[in-house]
């Protein structure tokens, strides 16, 4: 089934813990040490635009490209209150459009392992390149293959709260590298009547040469890796990693 239809609409309320001031602070820190301090900035698989209005907020004029009309319903809903001046667009990453070129694109909550095919994942390089300024910056991050391999294969989390419940299965390929994760939900929605649905997403472990080299097939230059939320290298055990690479001469 498709994924973020359902889930959409408790997406937030599960992903309360994340911690969005501190991971803003830290790509905006990147942004800026890369010279990026102002200007427009595409946030690519921006979901309910939770980081698409902190970015908004630090001063970028920004634009939130998200497959699922769902999310980006509830993306806007935030843009009406909050009254930024963000632009949301429904577009698939593979097939993107934008009217113009920006300053950087930023990619998080590993929307990048959504793109199963190495082929496809060059093609979404390909359009980012196009679309960076000259000289412009691309940062995204990955879950890692260990972070796959060695904390999700073959779990369970379940999580239990008033409004709603989910179970969350995974199930690790390692020879395909691919995670799939069947979730099954339980809203409320009438008293104390709760609808259960069910999602399946997947999601591809690359390494980060493999990362490297689909930025460098894309006409785009490598700059740095990182271990999540650190300046440090990745290492074996990283779990998530943060990647920078910038448009190279179109």
């Known amino acids: 089934m498709d994924a973020y239809t359902s889930f959409a609409s408790v997406y937030d309320m599960f992903m309360d813990n994340i911690p969005y001031?501190?991971?803003?602070?830290?790509?905006?820190?990147?942004?800026?040490?890369?010279g990026v301090e102002d200007g427009i900035l595409l946030d690519l698989g921006c979901g309910t635009g939770s980081l698409t209005e902190l970015l908004a907020q630090e001063g970028y004029d920004m634009i939130g490209v998200d497959f699922s009309e769902d999310m980006l319903q509830i993306a806007m809903e935030k843009r009406e209150e909050s009254g930024l001046p963000i632009l949301y667009l429904l577009q698939d990453m593979r097939e993107f459009e934008l009217y113009g070129t920006v300053r950087a694109v930023v990619s998080i909550c590993d929307s990048m392992n959504y793109i199963l095919d190495y082929g496809e994942l060059v093609q979404v390089f390909s359009l980012v390149n196009n679309y960076l300024d000259r000289g412009g910056i691309f940062i995204f991050n990955l879950n890692t293959e260990y972070k796959y391999r060695e904390i999700l294969a073959q779990s369970t989390i379940a999580e239990d709260r008033e409004e709603s419940s989910f179970i969350w299965d995974n199930d690790y390929d390692e020879t395909e590298r691919i995670n799939e994760y069947d979730l099954t939900l339980f809203i409320k929605e009438d008293g104390d009547l709760y609808r259960k649905y069910r999602e399946t997403h997947f999601q591809r472990a690359y390494t980060l040469d493999e990362a490297a080299a689909a930025a460098k097939e894309a006409g785009m230059e490598f700059v740095a890796a990182y271990d999540a939320f650190t300046r440090e290298a990745p290492g074996e055990t990283s779990e998530r990693i943060y990647i920078i690479v910038r448009e190279h001469g179109k």
Not at 22 to 31: G, K, N, Q
């Open 21 to 34: 001031g501190e991971w803003c602070a830290y790509l905006t820190s990147l942004l800026k040490e890369y």
